[in-house]
């Protein structure tokens, strides 16, 4: 997982004509360094990496979960608003009146 055995196979693979289990093993070990790079650029790189992740999650989750509880009560709200607009309609067709 480092860039000497990445270099050691694309020798091989030059001097041997790169057969497929070669170009295979160059592409893993490319993919395994290009991984390793990006975590390192996002600071993921060190042992508490998997502790931040999974609050990350769960923090997303519970946004997740608030979001949909708001919408859900807004509707509710919206939905009663137009219920009320409605019986006061009917009221005032049929001409009940509050005196």
């Known amino acids: 997982m480092n860039a000497a055995v990445l270099a050691q196979l694309m020798a091989q693979g030059n001097s041997d004509g790169a057969d497929l289990a070669t ?4 592409v893993e070990e490319a ?3 290009g ?3 990006a975590l390192i650029r996002l600071g ?3 042992d508490a990496a998997h502790g931040d992740l999974a609050e990350l999650r769960e923090l997303l989750r519970a946004w997740r979960d ?3 509880s708001a919408v859900r009560s807004a509707l509710g709200w919206v ?3 137009v219920l009320a607009l409605v019986l006061v309609g ?3 067709k ?3 009146a509050l005196k």
């Open 23 to 26: 170009l295979r093993a160059m």
């Open 31 to 33: 993919g395994d360094l």
């Open 35 to 37: 991984a390793g790079r």
């Open 44 to 46: 993921l790189a060190d």
């Open 66 to 68: 608030a979001k949909r």
């Open 79 to 81: 939905v009663r608003m």
């Open 90 to 92: 009917i009221a005032v």
């Open 94 to 96: 049929t001409g009940f």
